[in-house]
């Protein structure tokens, strides 16, 4: 059996009026996120590690932000496209481990619903996702609450 890691990371801008997207789920929030698509942090930090694992480089390069056909679009429908790149490549997912830093709101409560939006799009079980939050005690601009940001590092096999 071949085991690969990737780490991945993502970081969007706050503002006043804009959807907040976590985990493929909507957080009720005063700010949301700027972006090209809908600004899900910690999806794109998922893609970005399981495509770097994969060596299939990374979400800018798969899904490009001057790509007009996917503004706006739901980060859910590029997690299933990345997982479906892997999966051509005969890679199934072990885990994932994250964390999403962010100032306010608390999201705690919301992780569970996260694992299982997750989950259903990779088809994988939520016990195999582990999403943690933090904050950076009001230091850098997560904690003045001027962006998001996310990290994640995962777990791909494949038989020889």
């Not at 996120?33 to 990374?58: F, K, Y």
């Given at each position: 059996?071949?085991?690969?890691?990737?780490?991945?990371?993502?970081?969007?801008?706050?503002?006043?009026?804009?959807?907040?997207?976590?985990?493929?789920?909507?957080?009720?929030?005063?700010?949301?996120?700027?972006a090209?698509s809908?600004?899900?942090?910690?999806?794109?930090?998922?893609?970005?590690?399981?495509?770097?694992?994969?060596?299939?480089?990374?979400?800018?390069?798969?899904?490009?932000?001057?790509?007009?056909?996917?503004?706006?679009i739901?980060?859910?429908?590029?997690?299933?496209?990345?997982?479906?790149?892997?999966?051509?490549?005969?890679?199934?997912?072990?885990?994932?481990?994250?964390?999403?830093?962010?100032?306010?709101?608390?999201?705690?409560?919301?992780?569970?619903?996260?694992q299982?939006?997750?989950?259903?799009?990779?088809?994988?079980?939520?016990?195999?996702i582990?999403?943690?939050a933090?904050?950076?005690?009001?230091?850098?601009?997560?904690?003045?609450?001027?962006?998001?940001?996310?990290?994640?590092?995962?777990?791909?096999?494949?038989?020889?």
């Amino acid at each position: 059996m071949k085991i690969k890691v990737g780490f991945g990371y993502d970081v969007h801008a706050l503002k006043e009026a804009e959807e907040l997207i976590l985990g493929g789920i909507r957080i009720e929030h005063y700010k949301g996120t700027i972006a090209h698509s809908d600004g899900d942090v910690l999806i794109h930090a998922i893609c970005d590690a399981l495509l770097g694992a994969a060596n299939l480089r990374d979400i800018g390069f798969q899904f490009p932000d001057n790509d007009q056909s996917l503004k706006g679009i739901d980060s859910k429908i590029l997690l299933k496209k990345t997982a479906d790149l892997l999966q051509e490549k005969g890679w199934q997912i072990g885990n994932i481990d994250s964390t999403i830093v962010l100032q306010k709101p608390k999201i705690k409560d919301k992780i569970p619903e996260m694992q299982k939006a997750l989950a259903s799009v990779l088809v994988i079980d939520t016990e195999d996702i582990s999403i943690k939050a933090t904050t950076t005690e009001r230091l850098g601009f997560n904690g003045k609450e001027e962006g998001v940001s996310a990290y994640a590092v995962v777990l791909i096999n494949k038989d020889n």
